[in-house]
């Protein structure tokens, strides 16, 4: 069987530069940034997430979307998170449902519910969002948007709310403590990634992406259950 | 005591219109809106929900705003969604907390779990969103921003999922039995938008816009506890 054809957004970026080099032989790999993709392991395309004709030509013959680009927590303002995520993300879900794409992977963040880490509550995916920023709020909009499309148009949607994306050299030299419970490796993060292209039974669904960590305060047990999956790392190792 | 001081945007509106009648005795009113307002019921302004500055100068001085502004269901396209109910939301939240205004009253919608209705699902305000439209979707944005005001700044924000709006004739002369489950009378509404704004120990909360109907489907117990919602209108006796 032919590898599937997969296009990642913001294979730039950081999480999309080792999604790329985790995912390359898995599949065949469409690359998509607004900046010059460097070394790419595939097709590579420069395109704005405001160009919804440029996204639709990016998503034309794609078997599944890996939505990364977008403003990264901290610093973004509400101008720039209204225009790259908001109106960028669904840029993105449009063009992929006028293209036919049945499965898209996108890049949700814990800080959807940041506002129950702060009062120390452990969290799971079934409660409701409460943001600790305007970037949590603008990757809320996108899961919300996600379970419409798929409602709607009987697209595949899997929201991965990312927790530390840290090599492990980071974990390492943290600063404090924190990411020993929110440290998603790059492997287990290509891991959720191609959990949630491949578990065609799954429409939808909301999954904190962390490794295996002992002292995790958001609940993985549905990516483990829905997904299949088995983390390689825990941050326990560097505490 | 003086009367409080309420802005309510959106004020030539249908639900506007209405509920500036049913609360100028109760309140000290300011009404908004892109048009002229029809024989004001106190000071009126205009003012597009793209004007930031204009929104702060109609946020001066006021105790609670009642945002009604915005694209009704049906018809509207994303492009107009993105302009009034999501950045025309954002502008209205952040004029309000930079002038200092303490409780938001913000009308969302019952399309924001307009999927749970069509697969005939009992549904509750704990439940996640699963909007039935990009209207839905723009209207769960402004919930989820709604609890980030809070949560951040200290606001309160009260989310009433508006039902079907209607006086009482649309219900006698109804084309199906759906408003008998759904109906929101002008008064019962009126009465949640004061309950909003005076039940000071709720800082924020997600309440179905109904009134007392025999056949509901959407959960209003918590009107009932938190905002102590006493409905006087029942669909039931058009059935």
Not at 66 to 81: I, M
Request: charged residues 25%; contains cysteine.
């Amino acid at each position: 069987m032919a590898a599937k054809k997969v296009l990642i957004t913001g294979a730039a970026g950081s999480i999309g530069t080792q999604m790329r080099t985790l995912l390359k032989d898995r599949y065949d790999l469409r690359l998509l940034d607004r900046r010059p993709v460097p070394e790419p392991e595939g097709e590579a395309m420069i395109c704005d997430l405001a160009d919804l004709q440029g996204l639709e030509r990016a998503c034309a013959g794609i078997d599944a979307a890996v939505h990364l680009a977008g403003d990264p927590s901290g610093g973004a303002g509400w101008e720039a998170l209204l225009e790259d995520n908001v109106k960028g993300t669904y840029n993105l879900f449009e063009a992929a449902r006028r293209q036919g794409v049945k499965r898209i992977v996108f890049a949700s963040t814990n800080h959807v519910t940041g506002f129950y880490e702060m009062e120390k509550t452990y969290t799971t995916p079934e409660m409701l969002a409460r943001p600790d920023s305007l970037y949590g709020v603008s990757k809320a909009f996108g899961e919300d948007l996600g379970r419409f499309f798929v409602d709607e148009y009987g697209m595949a949607v899997i929201c991965l709310r990312i927790g530390s994306f840290q090599p492990e050299e980071a974990v390492k030299n943290r600063g404090g403590d924190r990411i020993l419970s929110t440290w998603l490796s790059p492997r287990d993060c290509a891991q959720l990634v191609w959990r949630g292209i491949e578990a065609e039974a799954v429409k939808y669904g909301i999954f904190y992406g962390i490794s295996g960590n002992e002292r995790a305060y958001w609940d993985t047990q549905n990516a483990r259950q829905l997904l299949g999956y088995a983390p390689e790392d825990d941050a326990e190792r560097f505490a």
